[in-house]
């Protein structure tokens, strides 16, 4: 199985600040990796796929760069409604895993 | 609009089944792999099954042997056949449709429902 690792488990930043969060696999996933946002009570959210595809509809303050193993999410200006946990998931191989999640919370 | 709506959650004892459904509005259940993610309370998300359009599954290790997934298309339904239950299975459960970007999947999933809640417990 192909275990994939985010870190940080949470961070806390401010309004207008950037954050990055960071996901490795376990081995080489051929960037297939998606980034989704999650709100509480809420269903996840696609943000990005195959590693730095942005998913129609969402602002271009997010990004998703990286290949083979290493894999980050970037929130440029970070917007009120962007405090939520993110969760990177890789698709190359079952079974498909998620990242163990980071909150991103207010300072 | 393109939308998922999950139902059939509930309180079911150790051992027991249950059978989720998943309705799909605007678009094709069999024009897309479909998926089941689950999250246990308080925890993150866990893919639990996907349901390709050629008719091919997959299941996580946890689940392999005691759910099933399936699809009705003269409903327009996914579902998701759940026996053995556990209480390591409590989780709301969602299904999630399959993105695709000029005929090619994405492998993000890019329509979710709103979930509907599994609990396994005597």
């Known amino acids: 199985d192909t275990q994939m690792t985010q870190s940080p488990s949470s961070v806390s930043a401010s309004v207008g600040d950037s954050v990055t969060i960071t996901c490795r696999a376990s081995?080489?996933?051929?960037?297939?990796l998606a980034w989704y946002q999650q709100k509480p009570g809420k269903a996840p959210n696609l943000l990005i796929y195959?590693?730095?595809s942005l998913q129609s509809g969402v602002p271009s303050r997010f990004s998703g760069s990286g290949s083979g193993t290493d894999f980050t999410l970037t929130i440029t200006n970070l917007q009120p409604e962007d405090f939520a946990t993110y969760y990177c998931?890789?698709?190359?191989?079952?079974?498909?895993?998620f990242g163990q999640g980071t909150k991103v919370e207010m300072k | 609009e393109v939308q998922l709506v999950e139902s059939g959650g509930g309180l079911v004892q150790p051992g027991g089944s249950l059978r989720l459904s998943c309705a799909a509005s605007?678009?094709?259940?069999?024009?897309?792999?479909m998926n089941w993610v689950r999250q246990a309370p308080g925890k993150g998300l866990e893919w639990v099954s996907v349901?390709?359009?050629?008719?091919?599954?997959y299941y996580a290790g946890s689940v392999k042997g005691r759910f099933t997934i399936s699809r009705d298309i003269s409903k327009n339904t996914l579902y998701l056949q759940m026996n053995s239950l556990r209480p390591e299975d409590t989780a709301t459960y969602y299904c999630?449709?399959?993105?695709?970007?000029?005929?090619?999947?994405?492998?993000?999933?890019?329509?979710w429902g709103q979930g509907t809640a599994v609990t396994v417990s005597s």
């Open positions: 081995q080489v996933i051929n960037n297939l």
């Open positions: 998931q890789q698709a190359n191989s079952f079974p498909w895993e």
């Open positions: 349901l390709y359009r050629g008719g091919n599954t």
């Open positions: 999630a449709r399959g993105g695709y970007n000029n005929g090619s999947p994405t492998y993000g999933m890019d329509v």
């Open positions: 195959t590693a730095s």
């Open positions: 605007e678009f094709s259940v069999n024009s897309h792999y």
